[in-house]
C-alpha cells in the first residue's frame, strides 16, 4: 500500500514509522498527521457490499486483518424515514448497533490490528468511555495488555464494558483533559501503543468508513447535509475525509455540506472555528449532559475545522434540554434509542428545521453514534415513572 502522513498545519510529509504520530515541527495540538494515498493510482468500482466491515475498503486502510472480529465491524444501517421532522426522506446512520455499540469500534479496530502488525503487547488510550469500551471490547481476545485511562464521572454502562472485556482500567478524580494528557505521558514512557484517535493518525481512516457507508447504502447518491456531533474533532474530521475521498476517486460527483453539532455547553470546536483563520486552539472549561461530547480542550480542532470548512459545512450548537428531548423523540419516533451525544445531531437538524434553514425537499443524513444503553441516567433523571399497586391497575384496565 502506498500512503504517506502529513502535517496538518505545516503540510511537512512524513515517511509511516510505527513511531510517528504527530508533526516534529507543529506538536500534538497544531500538528497532527493526515494519511495520504495515491489517489490517481487506486481504482474502484461501485461494488462495496452495503454491510460489509470496513476491510472491504482495503484499498484506503492502513492495516491488515488480524482478529476474528474485523468482520463485523461496519455495515451498520442507514435508515431512510419519510416525513420525519417535516423532510420528504430523513437518513439516519446508526452504529449504536456496532460491535460495543458506538461509532468508536471503527478507529478501535484500526489501533488493535496496527499494534499487533507492529509488534506491541499493551496498547492505551484516555476516554470518557466510547474509545475505552471500543478498544476493551475489541482487544478482549488477542495477546494485546490493555489499559484505559478513565474520569471517575464514566457513565455505569460503558464502565460495566471496560470491566467485563479484562482491560486494567484507571479511573481518575480529573477532567477528561487532563486524564487524556496524563495518559499520553504515561504511554509515551512506557512505549506502548496508543489508541488517541487525535493523536495516532491511522484511527481517523477507521472513521472514514461511516460517510463511505452512507454513500454506499444510499446507492451513491449524495446527501445535502451530513449532521455530526463534535467532541475532541475525530468523527467529523473523519466523515469529512471519507466524502472527499469518494469524490476524489470518482465514485460520487459531489460531497455533502457536514454540520458539527455541539452542546451550548461545550462548543470549544465551534468558537475556534469561528475565531476564523488561522484556526488557533483554544480550553475551555465545559460540561454537558452529552459526556461524549464534552471536551473542553479538543486534540482534533484544527483538522475539523479545516475539513469541514472544505465541505462547505459549519458548526452549530444546541441546548442540553434540546439533547435530551431528542433521545426521548427520537426514540419514540423512529425506534432508535440513542445516548446524547449520538442525539445532538438530530437536535441540530431540529432547530436548523425550526429556524426555517433547511428544506423538506433537502437530502440529509444524521450520524448517531451511540447507543442509548451505553448512558441511561440523563434520559432517566429527566423521565418521571408512576408506580402503581395492583387494585390501580385492575380499577385501570379490568
Not at 173 to 180: A, G, I, K, L
Request: aromatic fraction near 10%.
Amino acid at each position: 500500500m502506498s500512503y504517506f502522513l502529513r502535517c496538518i498545519s505545516c503540510g511537512e510529509e512524513y515517511e509511516p514509522t510505527e513511531t510517528r504520530y504527530t508533526c516534529d515541527h507543529c506538536g500534538d495540538l497544531y500538528g497532527t498527521l493526515e494519511v495520504i494515498y495515491d489517489y490517481k493510482k487506486i481504482k474502484l468500482e461501485k461494488n462495496f457490499e452495503p454491510k460489509g466491515s470496513i476491510f472491504q475498503f482495503k484499498e484506503l486502510i492502513p492495516a491488515t486483518s488480524h482478529t476474528a472480529i474485523d468482520h463485523s465491524i461496519g455495515g451498520t444501517p442507514l435508515y431512510k424515514f419519510k416525513g420525519l421532522l417535516g423532510f420528504e426522506e430523513l437518513m439516519i446512520k446508526f452504529d449504536g448497533i456496532s460491535f460495543s455499540s458506538s461509532y468508536k469500534d471503527r478507529a478501535s479496530i484500526i489501533a488493535v490490528n496496527k499494534a499487533i502488525e507492529l509488534g506491541f503487547d499493551t496498547i492505551y488510550c484516555a476516554s470518557t468511555g466510547n474509545a475505552a469500551s471500543s478498544l476493551a471490547l475489541t482487544a478482549a481476545g488477542t495477546s494485546l495488555r490493555t489499559v484505559i485511562f478513565v474520569p471517575s464521572t464514566i457513565p455505569k454502562g460503558k464502565l460495566a464494558q471496560l470491566l467485563v472485556a479484562g482491560a486494567e482500567v484507571i479511573p481518575i478524580n480529573s477532567t477528561y483533559d487532563e486524564v487524556f494528557d496524563l495518559s499520553l505521558k504515561i504511554g509515551r514512557e512506557k512505549g506502548w501503543y496508543c489508541r488517541h484517535s487525535a493523536i495516532n493518525p491511522y484511527l481517523l481512516e477507521g472513521k472514514k468508513t461511516g460517510a463511505y457507508e452512507i454513500l454506499i447504502q444510499n446507492d451513491y447518491k449524495v446527501p445535502d447535509y451530513c449532521f455530526v456531533g463534535v467532541g475532541d474533532g475525530t468523527v467529523i474530521s473523519g466523515i469529512c475525509k471519507g466524502f472527499k475521498e469518494f469524490y476524489e476517486l470518482g465514485l460520487v460527483d459531489r460531497i455533502p455540506k457536514v454540520i458539527g453539532v455541539q452542546s451550548e455547553k461545550a462548543a470549544t470546536v465551534k468558537h475556534v472555528f469561528d475565531n476564523g483563520k488561522p484556526y488557533t486552539p483554544i480550553i475551555e472549561t465545559v460540561n454537558s449532559v452529552a459526556d461524549s461530547i464534552s471536551v473542553g480542550n479538543p486534540r482534533d480542532v484544527i483538522k475539523a475545522c479545516k475539513y469541514v470548512e472544505s465541505t462547505g459545512g459549519y458548526f452549530i450548537t444546541v441546548r442540553d434540554e434540546e439533547i435530551i428531548h431528542s433521545v426521548k423523540e427520537m426514540a419514540r419516533l423512529t425506534g432508535i434509542f440513542s445516548e446524547p451525544a449520538g442525539a445532538t445531531p438530530y437536535a441540530g437538524v431540529n432547530k436548523m428545521v425550526e429556524a426555517g434553514q433547511l428544506k423538506e425537499t433537502d437530502s440529509v443524513c444524521i450520524v448517531v453514534t451511540g447507543n442509548g444503553l451505553k448512558d441511561t441516567d440523563a434520559v432517566r433523571s429527566s423521565t418521571e415513572v408512576k408506580t402503581y399497586d395492583i387494585d390501580e391497575v385492575k380499577a385501570l384496565f379490568l
